[in-house]
């Protein structure tokens, strides 16, 4: 018997994924387990498997359309078992709300008459519009009646291109071309790949919370000769300890002591988390992303080294998993390796807390009554007011402060 294969929600928040391509073709055997498609879930993009084996009979979602998490985008069964026309709309005609006017369209019968008949070539079962999940969005954002429309995707249904294709034919004519100036170059317009979405979206939300920063110094003279000491103890195949990693192993304890610092805001709560997960932002070609490290608090400065450099290969080499992303309590983004000097780092939403680095620099400072040269590191922590006060906040900083400049402390 045939089962429908529906789009996974792979982690937390993960409300759409984007087929990038299918593995299988309409008639292969598929084994359980078996890779069956890329999904690009706006964080990572993975191969996903398949939870059933049989024939792969039918292919409900085309590559490139964005697809709503539990709609079920295949079909597997056995070979030359029939496979429903209807069966791929029923999901969607129960799921997925729609804003007002499509949303209240009564149940009506079959021949009640409408202000606005439609085609219904282009109509799904109880009235609504046959149309991909990001096509309605663009559509809505956009003023376009998707009615109008004449769908490419599978079995005629309306994909986010026949909503860009309308908007351009019904835009006003422009102006006649005129030929290419031959003194200035031309506007090269780079459209949004779904990982710039994510971040525009996420870091909108970010920017609407009602953050506050606070800088401190840190003398890295103690942080540089233990650093030192772990590269010469260093094993064979093992990863070059590096500050990012003492960074991640201080503030991990400082975390653990206090608390309010490693928070998620939730709207009318907030959660203290048990454990430090903390994430560190790795710049990729088309956008940055956050893995997590778990548990810091309880590994070592060499296994937090380990385990990053993993997350780092796997990051620049797209194999990384949707866990691998998920769980952080605390963010630490250092750009002291381009010089950066310092900076002021966007939340990470929900987390309460991220933390700026910018490089170690010898200044000039005052000990003893002497003037001498100190190398400094500065340190920039942004946090939700809405979960941190500037006290908590003031204090947690003044922790890292003392294990970065007596690091015993936190070992």
């Known amino acids: 018997m045939s089962s429908q294969v529906t789009l996974p929600r792979l982690g937390q928040g ?50 490139g359309e964005e697809i709503e998490v539990g709609k079920a985008i295949a079909v597997i069964g056995e070979p030359g078992e029939e496979v429903a026309e209807e069966e791929p709309e029923e999901p969607e005609v129960e799921e997925a709300p729609e804003p007002e006017a499509e949303e209240k369209v009564e149940e009506p ?49 309306i994909v986010a291109e026949d909503v860009e294709r309308a908007e351009k034919a019904a835009a006003p004519p422009a102006a006649p071309a005129a030929a290419p100036a031959p003194a200035a170059g031309e506007v090269e317009v780079v459209p949004l790949t779904g990982m710039r979405k994510a971040i525009a979206r996420r870091m909108t939300e970010a920017w609407e919370a009602p953050a506050f920063q606070i800088t401190m110094t ?16 260093m094993g064979e195949g093992d990863a070059k300890p590096t500050y990012s990693d003492l960074l991640t192993k201080v503030c991990a304890v400082a975390l ?39 548990s810091c608090e309880t590994k070592t400065i060499p296994q937090i080294a380990n385990e990053r450099a993993e997350l780092v290969e796997r990051t620049r080499g797209g194999g990384l998993r949707q866990e691998d992303l998920e769980g952080g309590t605390f963010t630490i983004s250092n750009l002291g390796m381009y010089g950066v000097e310092r900076f002021v780092a966007v939340l990470n939403p929900p987390q309460a807390a991220i933390l700026a680095v910018g490089a170690i620099e010898e200044r000039a400072v005052v000990r003893d009554g002497e003037l001498t040269a100190r190398p400094i590191l500065e340190m920039t922590l942004t946090c939700d007011h809405r979960t941190v006060d500037g006290a908590t906040a003031s204090e947690f900083l003044r922790t890292v402060k003392q294990f970065l400049e007596e690091p015993g402390l936190a070992l």
């Open 109 to 157: 019968a079959e021949q009640e008459p409408e202000p606005e008949p439609e085609p219904a070539a282009r109509r799904e079962n109880g009235g609504r519009v046959k149309a991909s999940p990001l096509a309605r969005r663009i559509a809505r954002e956009r003023g376009i009646d998707l009615a109008s429309l004449s769908g490419t995707g599978p079995e005629g249904r």
């Open 256 to 294: 653990m002591r206090h608390r309010a610092v490693n928070a998620l805001f939730a709207g009318d709560e907030v959660h203290l988390m048990p454990t430090a997960n903390v994430g560190f932002a790795v710049a990729v070609p088309n956008g940055l992303v956050v893995p997590v490290q778990r």
């Open 14 to 63: 993960m409300e759409s994924g984007t087929i990038v391509r299918w593995l299988k073709s309409e008639g292969d055997q598929v084994e359980k387990g078996e890779p069956l498609y890329e999904l690009d879930t706006e964080k990572v993009t993975q191969e996903v498997e398949a939870d059933s084996s049989g024939t792969l009979l039918k292919i409900l979602a085309g590559e």
């Open 218 to 233: 840190a003398d890295m003279t103690a942080a540089i000769r233990l650093r030192e000491a772990l590269v010469a103890r």
